[in-house]
Nanobody, 114 residues
Framework: QVQLVESGGGLVQAGGSLRLSCTVS????????MGWYRQAPGKQRELVTF???????NYADSVKGRFTISRDNARDTVYLQMNSLKPEDTAVYYC????????WGQGTQVTVSS
């Protein structure tokens, strides 16, 4: 059974930082590209960043220079370090393979106050 479990969200003031984690089970993590996605209220889910099996990374322009994705294949976990957070980063954050291809987890809520 494939399972994605995101954690680390919360309420933070603008300019603050959070570190999200996503632990994956049920797939061979080390051979899958992984991504972080987010969905803000009233908007479609969007890709924020992804990391390849060789740890190459790509970021949406809106988060470039502020967010960092990383992975730990020994722990089947992908991370998202978010710095200099802005109110427009408020959303539910999800991880999934990249491209997304497995059932979504529950996500983790990130709320940035101004």
């Amino acid at each position: 059974q494939v399972q994605l479990v995101e954690s680390g969200g919360g309420l933070v003031q603008a300019g603050g930082s959070l570190r999200l984690s996503c632990t994956v089970s049920g797939i061979i993590f080390g051979i899958r590209h992984m991504g972080w996605y987010r969905q803000a209220p009233g908007k479609q889910r969007e890709l924020v960043t992804f990391i390849t099996v060789t740890s190459m990374t790509n970021y949406a322009d809106s988060v470039k220079g502020r967010f960092t994705i990383s992975r730990d294949n020994a722990r089947d976990t992908v991370y998202l370090q978010m710095n200099s957070l802005k109110p427009e980063d408020t959303a539910v954050y999800y991880c999934n393979t990249y491209p997304s291809g497995i059932d979504w987890g529950q996500g983790t809520q990130v709320t940035v106050s101004s």
